[in-house]
């Protein structure tokens, strides 16, 4: 599937075809997402927030939150042209499969690649299940994040 061939109309379980990639725009994480996301969460580790205590860590210097590069990935796959066509038959998520080989410093900017793995029915017929192969990659090509989406996406309504 091609995105350019979607029309306007909603995306449905039988529309997406695995190996299908889609790439999200960019976004850099930034020093105030950081503070920000240890003020919500409550998360004040060192790791993120204390500059001198970073420095002497094996990164040498801060990192962005785990769970912020998590948001930062959902908000960008809301931004790709796919979710515009697969919101409206989006039922919800069930699952998420993730690990993170790199860290993501602040500064860096990142972009996702979502690609569809695997494809299975439900019980019910009118639903099925698409697991989305997802990276985070940095702007040296570094992937930062990477896991397994499994959603809950509509079938195509039957025509009568």
């Not at 109309?9 to 990639?21: Q, R, S, V």
């Not at 927030?49 to 912020?68: C, F, M, N, S, W």
Request: glycine share 6%.
């Amino acid at each position: 599937m091609q995105l350019s061939t979607l029309s306007p109309e909603p995306c449905y379980f039988e529309d997406l075809e695995i190996g299908t990639a889609f790439d999200s725009p960019t976004r850099t994480v930034t020093e105030a997402d950081v503070v920000n996301f240890a003020c919500l969460s409550a998360d004040f580790n060192r790791l993120h927030v204390d500059a001198e205590y970073a420095k002497g860590t094996p990164h040498g210097q801060r990192i962005a939150h785990g769970l912020l590069v998590l948001a930062v990935m959902s908000g960008l796959v809301t931004r790709m042209q796919l979710n515009q066509h697969l919101e409206p038959s989006l039922l919800g998520l069930l699952d998420i499969q993730c690990r993170f080989p790199r860290p993501t410093f602040i500064g860096d900017t990142l972009r996702v690649r979502a690609e569809v793995a695997t494809k299975s029915g439900t019980s019910r017929p009118d639903r099925g299940v698409v697991a989305f192969h997802r990276q985070v990659i940095n702007q040296r090509d570094e992937v930062v994040v990477e896991g397994t989406w499994k959603l809950l996406v509509r079938r195509r309504p039957a025509l009568d």
